[in-house]
Structure formats: C-alpha cells, structure tokens
C-alpha cells in the first residue's frame, strides 16, 4: 500500500498541472510514493519537492517541523 492516495488533493493537482513541463520530475514523484509505505520512506529531495508544491498552494501547516509538515499533507 502506498502513501500516494492519502496526498492532499489540493497539492496532488498542483503537481499534476506540471506534469507536462517536468514530466521526469513529476513521473519520480509518483514513483517515489508509490514505493513508499510511510511517509518517512520518501527520499529527502521529493519530500522537500512536495512541501514547495503545498506552500505554493498555500497550504495551511500546524508546524514548522519539515516531518510534522510532512505527515500533515499526507492527512497523518
């Protein structure tokens, strides 16, 4: 089971409309949650990728600790 389908909607479509500009990015993104089982099995780089995209969407953190962010887009 991947932690892809529990991704904050919001953040998966803002992702998703760059699919075609960084179809590579985009592509190691979902494979790198399709691998992961927890939150904490994300590489460093694609967790950080996914937190830029929740900013950008000005998605609202409870915390400033990058795993609590973290776990948050991933309803956690």
């Known amino acids: 089971m991947s932690i892809l389908k529990d991704l904050n909607p919001e953040i998966r479509r803002a ?6 500009l960084y179809q590579h990015s ?5 494979r ?14 694609a967790a950080s990728t996914l937190l830029s995209y929740a900013e950008a969407v ?3 953190f409870e915390s400033e600790n990058f795993i609590l962010k973290l776990y948050q887009i991933f309803g956690k």
Do not use: C, R, W
């Open 15 to 20: 992702m998703d409309a760059d699919k075609e």
């Open 32 to 45: 790198n949650m399709q691998k992961s089982y927890l939150v904490t099995d994300l590489p460093v780089g």
């Open 58 to 60: 000005n998605f609202s």
């Open 26 to 30: 985009h592509a190691a993104l979902i």
